[in-house]
């Protein structure tokens, strides 16, 4: 089982990027997909997340309005789209799945990307 994230990259304030990640090993049309980030000497911390039925989103309230996330269940890919993107989005970002109850917490993202970076210039 393995996420592949992809798409990080350098923006200067105000710019746009989109994350991608793709899952293989086995089907996550069930699962729920998500991204978290993490910057050095702080905890890894919940972005967004889409349920399997790609209607139900969820957005920590420092990033809705500026991005969107989506999921492509054919292509086993999950997108985060990240618009009017501010210095503070600076972080390593990294995708996941989790299958059960949702919830953001940690503990039910069972499967993870490698990471990666987006740095956001001023």
């Known amino acids: 089982v393995q996420l592949q994230a992809s798409g990080g990259g350098l923006v200067q304030a105000g710019g746009s990027l989109r994350l991608s990640c793709v899952a293989s090993?086995?089907?996550?049309?069930?699962?729920?997909l998500g991204w978290f980030r993490e910057t050095p000497g702080k905890e890894r911390e919940f972005v967004a997340a889409?349920?399997?039925?790609?209607?139900?989103?969820d957005y920590v309230d420092s990033v809705k309005g500026r991005f969107t996330v989506s999921r492509d269940n054919a292509k086993s890919t999950v997108y985060l789209q990240m618009s009017n993107l501010k210095p503070e989005d600076t972080a390593v970002y990294y995708c996941?799945?989790?299958?059960?109850?949702?919830?953001?917490?940690?503990?039910?993202?069972?499967?993870w990307g490698q990471g990666t970076l987006v740095t956001v210039s001023s």
């Open positions: 889409i349920r399997s039925s790609g209607n139900n989103t």
């Open positions: 090993g086995r089907t996550f049309s069930r699962d729920a």
């Open positions: 996941a799945a989790g299958l059960g109850y949702y919830s953001r917490r940690i503990e039910f993202w069972h499967y």
